[in-house]
């Protein structure tokens, strides 16, 4: 007699899961090998091309105001500035975005944080971005006031203008992700005389540091 050899459902269904699971690894090796293959390109493309920082300078900024109110410690200031902001980059594309700038005099902030407008910068592009800073009522130090009038005396200003925001790379049709900066552009301006009168202005081409 002839023996008939049957699998219970027991061992079909264990068989049914091994072979889901099977199907499961693989689709998850796929996916991961895929995966890990864009990155290596995308990283291969940024080491390749190495974006440069882009390039920030002074073209011009003039103090129409500044005073310090006693005994209140209170700064109201009033400054135009114009800068030019360069993409070195020959293949690279830089879009702006979250653009804030305000002026900083011995250390400490005296105009409001101003917003800038959003752009793309297309390689080894120049752009020119103005700005009017102002500060009403701010509140500073007690020895604010102190530098300003020396510094009238001794016909020097050195005020900061500080720039920052978030930064995106363009490769052909792939954009990165945001990257933060921060630029410091640095104006010596000279006082004219009399002091009393006089408007601080600088119109060199001062560079600034950028930090990205």
């Not at 995308?42 to 005073?67: A, D, G, R």
């Not at 400490?108 to 793309?120: A, E, G, H, N, R």
């Not at 410091?184 to 408007?199: L, Y």
């Not at 119109?203 to 990205?212: E, R």
Request: charged share 15%; with cysteine.
């Amino acid at each position: 007699m002839s023996q008939v050899l049957t699998k219970s459902p027991k061992h079909c269904a264990k068989k049914g899961l091994n072979i889901d699971h099977k199907h499961y690894k693989k689709l998850i090796y796929a996916f991961s090998t895929f995966f890990l293959s864009i990155l290596s390109l995308i990283f291969l493309v940024w080491v390749i091309l190495h974006p440069s920082k882009p390039h920030f300078s002074l073209k011009e900024v003039n103090i129409n105001q500044l005073n310090i109110s006693a005994p209140h410690n209170l700064v109201n200031s009033s400054i135009q500035l114009t800068l030019l902001s360069n993409n070195p980059n020959k293949k690279v594309g830089i879009y702006y975005e979250n653009l804030q700038v305000y002026a900083s005099y011995k250390g400490q902030q005296i105009s409001v944080d101003t917003s800038l407008p959003p752009f793309y910068q297309e390689h080894q592009e120049t752009n020119f971005l103005s700005a009017d800073l102002v500060g009403n009522g701010m509140p500073v130090g007690p020895s604010l006031g102190y530098e300003v009038g020396r510094d009238k005396i001794a016909g020097k200003l050195v005020m900061s203008l500080k720039v920052s925001g978030r930064i995106r790379w363009k490769v052909g049709t792939w954009v990165s992700g945001q990257n933060r900066f921060d630029v410091n552009c640095v104006a010596t301006m000279d006082f004219g005389s009399p002091v009393e009168s006089s408007s601080p202005s600088t119109k060199q081409g001062t560079q600034c540091s950028t930090i990205v």
